[in-house]
């Protein structure tokens, strides 16, 4: 099984993941395009589809490719129909046998949207728009406790998991990341790395969940540099991680308003 990543749209990844046999299960095509010519140079076919959550940038691309293809498979969400396209929906704890074997179970990590799954299993996890590295995904519906809950949950699986989150911001969150804990040499030697591989245009990811501890300010909010940073900016005591976790969400929202505005 290998991953691959296609670059779509502006900063999206859409993730394909690739069996011995030439099959190919795709998450999150945002757009049908670069999935059509990714399947067509590696002479690759089309498995199944699986989605995170219901943005255009993850699902705009479902019904063309399978028009395209004129392909029949399964596609996995966290909802019921997609236009003309039956969707197999998932939710917490489903599972889902791939045609090469391979199991993903799926967990639920409302916050970013209310309906977004994550899917996880053989030591990969697609977070889909809920983690990145070095950053989470922005609070669009339900509440910024579910957003911290699901967060956490990630943070909470074996730290050599590989997670394929759906962009790249990582050069953006690690300015933040730097910000709060200027004298972090794990994240200063991280910047390095992704600025090196941005240049040479390749994607940052994956990245492991035993890295974004060391970097990540979302799963970080244990760290008394962080919990400085964040008290300086509320200009109040902040006791609990969660108040922690939301004021920097908050703040992040500013300070880079552009690369997540979707
Ligand atoms: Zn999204």
Redesign the pocket.
């Known amino acids: 099984m290998t991953v691959t990543a296609i670059p779509a749209l502006l900063d999206n990844y859409i993730w394909a993941l690739v069996s011995e046999g030439g099959g190919a299960v795709i998450v999150d095509p945002g757009h049908a395009d670069p999935v059509v010519r990714f399947l067509d140079q590696e002479h690759y076919h089309l498995d199944a589809i699986l989605l995170t ?1 219901h ?1 255009p ?2 699902i705009g691309g479902v019904e063309p490719l399978l028009g395209y293809l004129n392909a029949r498979v399964p596609v996995y969400g966290p909802f019921t129909a997609l236009g003309q396209v039956a969707i197999e929906p998932v939710h917490e704890g489903s599972r889902i046998v791939l045609p090469s074997g391979m199991t993903l179970t799926v967990m639920a990590v409302p916050g ?2 209310t309906d977004h799954v994550a899917y996880h299993g053989g030591g990969l996890l697609f977070p ?2 809920t983690l990145f590295s070095a950053g989470c ?1 922005r609070q ?1 519906e339900g509440r910024m406790e579910d957003l911290f809950e699901s967060v956490q949950r990630l943070g909470a699986l074996e730290p050599s998991t590989r997670a394929y989150p ?1 962009h790249e911001y990582t050069l953006a969150n690690l300015a933040f990341a730097s910000s709060l804990e200027p004298d972090n040499h794990l994240i200063a030697q991280y910047r390095g790395q992704a600025q090196k591989q941005r240049m040479q245009n390749r994607a940052t990811l994956p990245t492991t969940i035993g890295l974004e501890h060391d970097i990540n300010p979302f799963l970080r909010t244990a760290s008394a540099g962080i919990r400085t940073a964040a008290e300086r900016h509320a200009g109040r005591p902040l006791r609990q991680p969660f108040e922690i976790f939301r004021e920097l969400r908050l703040w992040k929202d500013h300070f880079t308003a552009q690369e997540e505005s ?1």
Request: proline letters at 0%; charged letters at 25%.
């Open positions: 959550h943005h940038d993850h970013h949207t889909g728009d995904g669009f759906a979707r």
